[in-house]
Protein backbone atom coordinates (compact mmCIF):
# COMPACT_ATOMS: atom_id res chain seq x y z
CA UNK A 1 0.00 0.00 0.00
CA UNK A 2 3.00 2.73 1.15
CA UNK A 3 4.81 1.80 -1.86
CA UNK A 4 1.97 1.79 -4.21
CA UNK A 5 1.21 5.55 -2.69
CA UNK A 6 5.29 6.25 -3.19
CA UNK A 7 4.85 5.50 -6.89
CA UNK A 8 1.86 7.76 -6.97
CA UNK A 9 3.20 10.38 -5.83
CA UNK A 10 6.59 9.95 -7.68
CA UNK A 11 4.63 9.48 -10.90
CA UNK A 12 2.73 13.06 -10.04
CA UNK A 13 6.23 14.97 -9.16
CA UNK A 14 7.77 13.96 -12.18
CA UNK A 15 4.60 14.87 -14.05
CA UNK A 16 4.75 18.30 -12.40
CA UNK A 17 8.78 18.59 -13.12
CA UNK A 18 8.39 17.64 -16.64
CA UNK A 19 5.42 20.26 -17.16
CA UNK A 20 7.40 22.88 -15.32
CA UNK A 21 10.42 22.17 -18.01
CA UNK A 22 7.87 22.31 -20.97
CA UNK A 23 6.48 25.24 -20.33
CA UNK A 24 9.91 27.25 -19.49
CA UNK A 25 11.14 25.64 -22.90
CA UNK A 26 8.01 27.18 -24.57
CA UNK A 27 8.38 30.71 -22.89
CA UNK A 28 11.77 30.38 -24.14
CA UNK A 29 10.98 29.41 -27.63
CA UNK A 30 8.05 32.25 -27.19
CA UNK A 31 10.39 35.12 -26.14
CA UNK A 32 12.60 33.80 -29.44
CA UNK A 33 9.97 33.63 -31.26
CA UNK A 34 8.94 37.39 -30.91
CA UNK A 35 12.47 38.85 -29.67
CA UNK A 36 13.15 39.93 -33.73
CA UNK A 37 10.04 42.24 -33.86
CA UNK A 38 9.46 45.69 -33.69
CA UNK A 39 7.04 44.88 -30.69
CA UNK A 40 8.01 41.84 -28.92
CA UNK A 41 5.08 42.99 -26.18
CA UNK A 42 2.58 43.00 -28.35
CA UNK A 43 4.09 40.13 -30.22
CA UNK A 44 4.63 37.92 -26.97
CA UNK A 45 0.92 38.94 -25.26
CA UNK A 46 -0.90 37.79 -28.99
CA UNK A 47 0.88 34.24 -28.26
CA UNK A 48 0.53 34.21 -24.75
CA UNK A 49 -3.66 34.91 -25.43
CA UNK A 50 -3.93 31.21 -27.08
CA UNK A 51 -3.88 28.28 -24.50
CA UNK A 52 -2.46 26.22 -26.86
CA UNK A 53 0.59 28.42 -27.12
CA UNK A 54 2.29 26.05 -24.11
CA UNK A 55 2.35 23.16 -26.70
CA UNK A 56 3.05 24.73 -29.88
CA UNK A 57 6.49 24.97 -31.84
CA UNK A 58 7.59 27.50 -34.44
CA UNK A 59 4.53 26.76 -36.60
CA UNK A 60 2.56 26.78 -33.89
CA UNK A 61 3.29 30.15 -32.47
CA UNK A 62 2.95 31.96 -36.37
CA UNK A 63 -0.49 30.17 -36.54
CA UNK A 64 -1.33 31.56 -33.12
CA UNK A 65 -0.33 35.45 -34.39
CA UNK A 66 -2.30 34.63 -37.74
CA UNK A 67 -5.60 33.90 -35.90
CA UNK A 68 -4.50 37.46 -33.46
CA UNK A 69 -4.55 38.99 -36.81
CA UNK A 70 -7.62 37.62 -37.94
CA UNK A 71 -9.52 38.60 -35.22
CA UNK A 72 -8.06 42.37 -35.39
CA UNK A 73 -8.92 42.10 -39.69
CA UNK A 74 -12.32 41.43 -37.89
CA UNK A 75 -12.73 44.58 -36.56
CA UNK A 76 -11.11 46.45 -38.42
CA UNK A 77 -14.08 44.90 -41.59
CA UNK A 78 -16.55 45.82 -38.07
CA UNK A 79 -15.28 49.58 -38.10
CA UNK A 80 -14.94 50.24 -41.51
CA UNK A 81 -18.58 49.32 -41.68
CA UNK A 82 -19.45 51.60 -39.12
CA UNK A 83 -17.63 54.25 -40.60
CA UNK A 84 -19.14 53.87 -44.01
CA UNK A 85 -22.83 54.12 -42.29
CA UNK A 86 -21.29 57.35 -40.69
CA UNK A 87 -19.93 59.10 -44.25
CA UNK A 88 -22.89 57.36 -46.33
CA UNK A 89 -23.77 60.95 -47.81
CA UNK A 90 -19.91 61.53 -48.89
CA UNK A 91 -19.42 60.12 -52.28
CA UNK A 92 -15.84 59.93 -52.04
CA UNK A 93 -15.55 58.82 -48.14
CA UNK A 94 -18.11 55.78 -49.69
CA UNK A 95 -15.91 54.71 -52.17
CA UNK A 96 -13.11 54.84 -50.22
CA UNK A 97 -14.84 52.86 -47.38
CA UNK A 98 -15.65 50.02 -50.05
CA UNK A 99 -12.28 49.73 -51.34
CA UNK A 100 -11.25 49.45 -47.73
CA UNK A 101 -13.53 46.82 -47.38
CA UNK A 102 -12.74 44.96 -50.45
CA UNK A 103 -9.00 45.38 -49.39
CA UNK A 104 -10.02 43.41 -45.97
CA UNK A 105 -11.76 40.49 -47.85
CA UNK A 106 -8.36 39.97 -49.62
CA UNK A 107 -6.74 40.36 -46.86
CA UNK A 108 -9.05 37.34 -45.18
CA UNK A 109 -8.19 35.25 -48.48
CA UNK A 110 -4.99 35.82 -47.87
CA UNK A 111 -4.70 34.71 -43.96
CA UNK A 112 -6.86 31.54 -44.95
CA UNK A 113 -3.78 30.58 -47.35
CA UNK A 114 -0.89 31.94 -45.26
CA UNK A 115 -2.14 29.16 -42.72
CA UNK A 116 -2.65 26.79 -45.68
CA UNK A 117 0.99 26.97 -46.57
CA UNK A 118 2.15 27.26 -43.01
CA UNK A 119 0.24 23.48 -42.19
CA UNK A 120 1.84 22.41 -45.38
CA UNK A 121 5.12 23.52 -44.44
CA UNK A 122 5.44 26.07 -47.74
CA UNK A 123 6.73 28.77 -46.09
CA UNK A 124 7.91 30.75 -48.76
CA UNK A 125 4.36 30.72 -50.04
CA UNK A 126 3.14 31.83 -46.15
CA UNK A 127 5.70 34.60 -46.39
CA UNK A 128 4.42 35.73 -49.66
CA UNK A 129 0.23 36.02 -49.05
CA UNK A 130 1.12 37.80 -45.78
CA UNK A 131 3.27 40.58 -47.45
CA UNK A 132 1.12 40.15 -50.91
CA UNK A 133 -2.21 40.04 -49.77
CA UNK A 134 -2.53 41.08 -45.83
CA UNK A 135 -0.16 44.19 -45.40
CA UNK A 136 -1.23 46.53 -48.50
CA UNK A 137 -5.02 46.93 -47.85
CA UNK A 138 -4.84 48.45 -44.08
CA UNK A 139 -2.48 50.49 -45.30
CA UNK A 140 -4.23 51.96 -48.15
CA UNK A 141 -7.30 51.72 -46.61
CA UNK A 142 -5.97 53.87 -43.84
CA UNK A 143 -4.28 56.20 -46.45
CA UNK A 144 -7.13 56.87 -48.39
CA UNK A 145 -9.34 57.82 -45.66
CA UNK A 146 -6.19 59.90 -43.84
CA UNK A 147 -6.05 62.12 -47.40
CA UNK A 148 -9.71 62.57 -47.66
CA UNK A 149 -9.54 63.81 -44.08
CA UNK A 150 -11.75 61.14 -42.81
CA UNK A 151 -11.91 61.37 -38.80
CA UNK A 152 -10.33 57.88 -38.04
CA UNK A 153 -11.26 57.06 -34.38
CA UNK A 154 -8.63 55.37 -32.20
CA UNK A 155 -9.83 52.17 -32.50
CA UNK A 156 -9.81 52.25 -36.00
CA UNK A 157 -6.00 53.55 -35.98
CA UNK A 158 -5.41 51.46 -32.68
CA UNK A 159 -6.46 48.05 -35.07
CA UNK A 160 -4.45 49.10 -37.67
CA UNK A 161 -1.60 49.53 -36.12
CA UNK A 162 -1.94 46.03 -33.94
CA UNK A 163 -2.47 44.55 -36.93
CA UNK A 164 0.18 45.95 -39.13
CA UNK A 165 3.03 45.15 -36.09
CA UNK A 166 1.71 41.43 -35.95
CA UNK A 167 1.96 41.26 -39.32
CA UNK A 168 5.65 42.01 -39.54
CA UNK A 169 6.38 39.95 -36.49
CA UNK A 170 4.50 36.90 -37.97
CA UNK A 171 6.84 37.76 -41.30
CA UNK A 172 10.37 37.84 -39.09
CA UNK A 173 9.47 34.59 -37.83
CA UNK A 174 8.09 32.73 -41.05
CA UNK A 175 12.10 33.84 -41.91
CA UNK A 176 13.62 32.21 -39.64
CA UNK A 177 12.43 28.70 -40.67
Not at 158 to 163: A, G, L, N, Q, R
Amino acid sequence: MASSLLAKLLLLLTTLVTMSVISIANEELMMQQCHNSDNPTLCLRCVSSDPNSQEADQVGLARIILRCISSHLLTLTNNTSGLASKHHRNPKAKTALKQCVSGYAMAKHGVRKADAHLIAGEYDKAAYDVSMTMVAPPVSCRDSLVTLNIDLPSGFRYHTEVYLALTQALLRIIDRF
